[in-house]
Protein backbone atom coordinates (compact mmCIF):
# COMPACT_ATOMS: atom_id res chain seq x y z
CA UNK A 1 0.00 0.00 0.00
CA UNK A 2 1.29 3.31 -0.80
CA UNK A 3 2.52 5.63 2.18
CA UNK A 4 0.25 7.91 1.24
CA UNK A 5 -2.81 5.58 1.62
CA UNK A 6 -1.32 4.11 4.63
CA UNK A 7 -1.45 8.23 5.81
CA UNK A 8 -5.32 8.68 4.91
CA UNK A 9 -5.97 5.59 6.63
CA UNK A 10 -4.31 6.25 9.85
CA UNK A 11 -5.95 9.61 9.80
CA UNK A 12 -9.36 7.50 9.18
CA UNK A 13 -9.41 5.87 11.81
CA UNK A 14 -8.31 8.21 14.07
CA UNK A 15 -11.11 10.51 13.08
CA UNK A 16 -13.65 7.85 13.30
CA UNK A 17 -12.28 7.10 16.54
CA UNK A 18 -12.57 10.89 17.81
CA UNK A 19 -16.01 11.30 16.28
CA UNK A 20 -17.54 8.30 18.16
CA UNK A 21 -16.39 9.81 21.62
CA UNK A 22 -17.75 13.37 20.44
CA UNK A 23 -20.93 11.86 19.34
CA UNK A 24 -21.43 9.46 22.32
CA UNK A 25 -20.80 13.11 24.93
CA UNK A 26 -23.08 14.95 22.41
CA UNK A 27 -25.91 12.10 22.48
CA UNK A 28 -25.35 11.89 26.25
CA UNK A 29 -25.74 15.69 26.80
CA UNK A 30 -28.95 15.79 23.82
CA UNK A 31 -30.68 13.56 26.17
CA UNK A 32 -30.09 14.80 28.96
CA UNK A 33 -31.63 18.10 27.81
CA UNK A 34 -34.53 17.00 26.21
CA UNK A 35 -35.35 13.57 28.20
CA UNK A 36 -34.19 14.76 31.84
CA UNK A 37 -36.59 12.10 33.55
CA UNK A 38 -34.04 9.11 31.53
CA UNK A 39 -34.92 7.28 29.01
CA UNK A 40 -34.39 3.87 27.88
CA UNK A 41 -32.10 3.88 24.99
CA UNK A 42 -32.28 0.81 22.31
CA UNK A 43 -28.97 -1.07 21.77
CA UNK A 44 -29.17 -0.02 18.17
CA UNK A 45 -28.34 3.81 18.31
CA UNK A 46 -24.65 2.40 19.67
CA UNK A 47 -24.89 0.79 15.66
CA UNK A 48 -26.40 4.00 14.46
CA UNK A 49 -23.61 6.06 16.05
CA UNK A 50 -20.62 4.15 14.88
CA UNK A 51 -22.38 4.04 11.16
CA UNK A 52 -22.86 7.86 11.50
CA UNK A 53 -19.32 8.77 12.90
CA UNK A 54 -17.64 6.28 9.87
CA UNK A 55 -19.80 8.10 7.12
CA UNK A 56 -19.07 11.54 9.03
CA UNK A 57 -15.21 10.31 8.79
CA UNK A 58 -14.95 9.60 4.88
CA UNK A 59 -15.66 13.45 4.62
CA UNK A 60 -11.60 13.81 5.08
CA UNK A 61 -11.46 12.79 1.44
CA UNK A 62 -12.71 16.13 0.75
CA UNK A 63 -9.32 17.67 1.23
CA UNK A 64 -6.55 17.07 -1.01
CA UNK A 65 -3.28 15.87 0.80
CA UNK A 66 -0.93 18.40 -1.52
CA UNK A 67 -0.88 22.15 -1.42
CA UNK A 68 -3.59 24.42 -1.94
CA UNK A 69 -4.58 28.29 -2.00
CA UNK A 70 -5.96 29.78 1.44
CA UNK A 71 -9.40 30.47 -0.27
CA UNK A 72 -9.60 26.58 -1.92
CA UNK A 73 -9.06 24.95 1.83
CA UNK A 74 -12.09 27.26 3.14
CA UNK A 75 -14.15 26.48 0.60
CA UNK A 76 -12.98 22.59 1.57
CA UNK A 77 -13.89 23.45 5.05
CA UNK A 78 -17.27 24.51 4.34
CA UNK A 79 -17.80 21.90 2.45
CA UNK A 80 -16.89 19.40 4.73
CA UNK A 81 -19.13 20.87 7.46
CA UNK A 82 -22.41 21.10 5.57
CA UNK A 83 -21.49 17.41 4.42
CA UNK A 84 -21.18 16.84 8.39
CA UNK A 85 -24.63 18.91 9.08
CA UNK A 86 -26.38 16.93 5.63
CA UNK A 87 -24.90 13.55 7.03
CA UNK A 88 -25.90 13.67 10.63
CA UNK A 89 -29.26 15.99 10.33
CA UNK A 90 -30.25 13.27 8.25
CA UNK A 91 -29.41 10.65 9.97
CA UNK A 92 -30.78 12.01 13.28
CA UNK A 93 -34.00 12.14 11.36
CA UNK A 94 -34.04 8.65 9.84
CA UNK A 95 -33.09 6.89 12.52
CA UNK A 96 -35.64 9.05 14.72
CA UNK A 97 -33.71 10.78 16.95
CA UNK A 98 -34.91 13.93 16.54
CA UNK A 99 -37.66 15.73 15.64
CA UNK A 100 -36.91 18.27 12.60
CA UNK A 101 -39.55 20.76 13.26
CA UNK A 102 -38.98 21.03 17.11
CA UNK A 103 -36.32 23.99 16.67
CA UNK A 104 -35.19 23.60 20.01
CA UNK A 105 -33.68 19.91 19.19
CA UNK A 106 -32.29 21.04 15.80
CA UNK A 107 -30.35 23.57 17.30
CA UNK A 108 -29.13 21.76 19.97
CA UNK A 109 -28.16 18.89 17.31
CA UNK A 110 -26.43 21.67 15.42
CA UNK A 111 -24.31 23.07 18.38
CA UNK A 112 -23.36 19.59 19.03
CA UNK A 113 -22.40 19.17 15.72
CA UNK A 114 -20.02 22.44 15.38
CA UNK A 115 -18.45 21.05 18.74
CA UNK A 116 -17.49 17.90 17.56
CA UNK A 117 -16.21 19.67 13.81
CA UNK A 118 -14.44 21.87 15.48
CA UNK A 119 -12.12 19.59 18.16
CA UNK A 120 -11.61 16.91 15.61
CA UNK A 121 -10.53 19.54 12.76
CA UNK A 122 -8.89 21.32 15.54
CA UNK A 123 -6.88 18.21 16.74
CA UNK A 124 -6.51 16.91 12.93
CA UNK A 125 -4.87 20.12 12.00
CA UNK A 126 -2.26 20.05 15.34
CA UNK A 127 -1.10 16.37 13.93
CA UNK A 128 -0.66 17.69 10.63
CA UNK A 129 1.09 20.85 12.14
CA UNK A 130 3.56 18.82 14.08
CA UNK A 131 3.95 16.25 11.33
CA UNK A 132 4.89 19.53 9.40
CA UNK A 133 7.65 20.94 11.80
CA UNK A 134 8.78 17.58 12.30
CA UNK A 135 9.67 17.34 8.26
CA UNK A 136 11.06 20.87 8.27
CA UNK A 137 13.22 19.98 11.43
CA UNK A 138 14.68 17.03 9.57
CA UNK A 139 15.19 19.09 6.10
CA UNK A 140 16.79 21.80 8.12
CA UNK A 141 19.39 19.21 10.12
CA UNK A 142 19.90 17.14 6.60
CA UNK A 143 20.65 20.79 4.52
CA UNK A 144 23.07 21.66 7.59
CA UNK A 145 24.97 18.62 6.89
CA UNK A 146 25.74 18.73 3.72
CA UNK A 147 22.87 16.47 2.12
CA UNK A 148 24.63 13.55 4.43
CA UNK A 149 21.83 11.44 6.23
CA UNK A 150 21.49 12.68 10.31
Sequence with gaps: MAEGMKKRMVELLL???????????????Y?????????????NILWQLLALAFVCSLGNFIH??????RRREVIDI????VYINVVVLGSGY???????????MLAVMLLGILVVF?????????IHARESENLNRKLREYQQTGGRAV
Design 15 to 29: TFCMVTTGSVFVCAA
Design 94 to 104: WFGWMDIENVA
Design 78 to 81: GLHY
Design 31 to 43: NKVFWPQGTFLDG
Design 64 to 69: PYREIS
Design 118 to 126: AVVSFAIWR
